[in-house]
């Protein structure tokens, strides 16, 4: 693997709660390949949501956590910063444009479906109306939910079910046209029919950003992602092709659980 | 059963309610028939509070303490709110975890204090500061406000502080993954989840600012005369009532009951129209 492929690149990261006596993650060295969807899996307190969140430094609107090591981001001429060096609030906003996030439970503004998606472009910066709107179209149609809602758009977003909600936060995250987007958990608060929509337009995004995806459902990783990494107690314990890693893993410890053997 | 019990007894509870209010409205109304018919809707401008000692009559108005009243709650709320609002926001949003807890104690306990306290720390304490920084008597319409404003903080903070805690952390997280900063996430996401919270400790702050009688009547002065500038002396509806009820007759009663009556309706009038205006537009 080269960096010309990659996106991400987690080094040696180690990551600490505030006040807690061990580390939740353990000297973790994880690549994230651009274009693709990487999966990870593990069972319950093994550290998914701290890595994923760790991606868009999220963990620091808490203070008090402790981290080292390196997780960079690369731009189109394979250069990579550190992000965990970050300290401006500008370059906080920067990164968080580039790195979007969309959460388990469908998280909507209490404002209507058009400013849900506006929202983030407002906040970069965009004055221009028409460009918002044309970006707002574009975002509501890539997050095939345009259908359902471009009659509405004035309407409050808490009126929309909740996989629509859900919809519209991948809309919203999309908008801003960001390099990776981080998706912890995404459908395990909705029903199968939802969960497949949001599954397909996942699948569909990876032409334009690069997707890292935390799930519990072993179905959905092995659906759809490229790469699957396997934690356990904060450590990665193993990272490949996830067909390799569904169907002949190198590691006793992965293959117990993705057979359901624990977690 | 037990359900259909619970029923009834809430349904009671309610229209209960709904009757105090009515019957409040109707003794206030019927005690006030006497100065009503005396004055009309002439009361409300008058600017005599006269009594005439020979034939238990007089001349009665009440404007004076209508606008004592009015004003010196405006510029309580114009101090409060943004005060208010600051502190909570202080509190849920930017301070650290362990200053968190003391402040919400100190602020608790401020809320708690009985208003002749304040009334008295700002006559004897408040009103010269005042006094040797903006001019005028010390006490006065601004004295007041400022007082009455300190003393509804506390309790403004307090309820705003514990409606911006509703707010999902996930929610706010999200507005901050997507770029914004701190105080695009409070005005954007933490201030219309909690508008109803917000609005609700406005409301009771108005109420209570509105009918305070104690401190006030410490500090405004409890003069019959229509202030010029903002330190001057000047009255209130409660305050009035309260000082003058003792030794009150015939007319003089009838009239305090039509200023209370017009305290009752413009309280009435004040809050539901600051409900009307913020619930009308929810997205
Ligand atoms: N805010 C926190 N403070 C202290 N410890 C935490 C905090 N959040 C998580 N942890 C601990 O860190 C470890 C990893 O938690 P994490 O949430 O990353 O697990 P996860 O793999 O996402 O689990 P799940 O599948 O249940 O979501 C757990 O042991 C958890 O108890
Ligand atoms: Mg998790």
Same mark, same amino acid.
């Given at each position: 693997m ?15 709660? *505030? ?12 690549p994230?390949e +651009?274009?693709k969807i990487t999966a #990870?899996? %593990? ?17 620091? #609107? ?7 090591? &390196? ?21 906080? =906003? ?36 028409? &460009? ?59 029903? !199968? ?12 995004? +990876? ?14 990783a092995s659906?759809?992602s490229n790469y699957t990494a396997f ?7 193993e990272y490949g092709k996830t067909d390799k890693i569904f169907l002949n893993p190198s590691?006793?410890?992965t ?6 053997? /624990?977690? | 059963?037990? %359900? ?11 229209? #209960? ?77 930017? *301070? ?10 100190? =602020? ?17 304490? /408040? *009103? ?9 008597? %010390? ?9 009455? *404003?300190?003393?509804?903080?506390? /309790?403004?903070? @307090? ?8 707010? !999902? ?41 509105? %009918? ?27 305050? #009035?009532?309260?000082?003058?009820? @003792? ?37």
């Open positions: 080269t960096t010309d492929t990659m996106i991400m690149e987690v080094k040696d990261f180690s990551f600490t709660y *505030a006040g807690a006596s061990s580390p939740s993650l353990k000297k973790i060295n994880l994230i +651009k274009n #990870l899996i %593990g069972p319950s307190g093994c550290g998914k949501s701290t890595l994923l969140r760790s991606m868009n430094r999220i963990h620091d #609107l808490y203070p008090g956590n402790h981290y080292e090591g &390196e997780i960079r981001l690369y731009d189109g001429d394979g250069k990579g910063g550190n992000i965990l060096e970050i300290k401006k609030e500008n370059d906080f =906003i920067k990164l968080r444009q580039d790195v979007g996030m969309i959460f388990q439970k469908p998280t909507p503004f209490p404002m209507s479906i058009y400013d849900n998606v506006a929202y983030g472009l407002k906040l970069a910066g965009i004055k221009d109306k028409s &460009e918002i709107q044309g970006r707002v179209e574009k975002a509501l149609q890539d997050a095939a939910i345009w259908g359902e809602t471009k009659d509405r758009l004035k309407e409050s977003a808490m009126g929309l079910s909740g996989g629509q909600q859900q919809r519209l936060c991948i809309a919203r995250a999309v908008a801003l046209k960001p390099d990776v987007l981080l998706f912890d958990e995404p459908t395990s608060a909705l029903d !199968p029919i939802s969960t497949g929509a949001i599954e397909e337009l996942i699948a569909e995004l +990876k032409k334009d950003v690069s997707i890292v995806i935390v799930t519990h459902n072993m179905q959905q659906r759809l934690m356990y107690l904060g450590d990665l314990i590691v006793k410890l293959e117990d659980y993705i057979t359901g053997r /624990f977690g | 059963m037990g %359900g259909t019990l619970f029923k009834n007894f809430s349904f009671f509870s309610a229209t #209960l309610s709904f009757f105090i209010l009515v019957g409040i409205f109707a003794v206030l109304f019927n005690y006030a028939q006497e100065a009503l018919q005396e004055f009309g809707i002439n009361f409300l401008y008058g600017e005599t509070w006269e009594v005439d000692e020979e034939d238990e009559g007089g001349i009665f108005g009440g404007w004076i303490p209508i606008v004592g009243t009015l004003l010196s709650t405006l510029i309580a709320m114009v101090i409060a709110i943004p005060l208010a609002m600051g502190i909570a926001i202080f509190l849920t949003e930017i *301070a650290h975890e362990k200053l968190v807890k003391p402040v919400s104690i100190a =602020i608790e306990l401020l809320a708690a204090i009985p208003s002749i306290i304040y009334g008295m720390w700002g006559l004897f304490y /408040f *009103a010269p500061i005042v006094q040797s920084t903006v001019g005028g008597d %010390g006490v006065g319409l601004l004295t007041a406000g400022i007082v009455l *404003a300190i003393m509804i903080i506390p /309790f403004m903070a @307090a309820i705003t502080r514990d409606a911006m805690n509703t707010v !999902p952390p996930v929610l706010k997280e999200s507005a901050y993954a997507m770029g914004a900063t701190t105080f695009e996430v409070v005005k954007d996401v933490v201030m219309p989840y909690a508008k109803g919270g917000i609005i609700g400790s406005i409301i009771l702050a108005l109420g209570r600012a509105l %009918g305070e009688t104690m401190a006030v009547a410490f500090l405004i002065g409890s003069v019959m005369s229509i202030p010029s500038r903002i330190t001057d002396p000047t009255t209130s509806i409660p305050v #009035l009532l309260a000082n003058n009820f @003792a030794e009150a007759q015939d007319l003089e009663i009838s009239a305090m009951y039509y200023l209370a009556l017009i305290l009752f309706v413009v309280s009435f009038a004040l809050i539901s129209l600051a409900k009307f205006y913020f619930f009308r537009k929810t997205v």
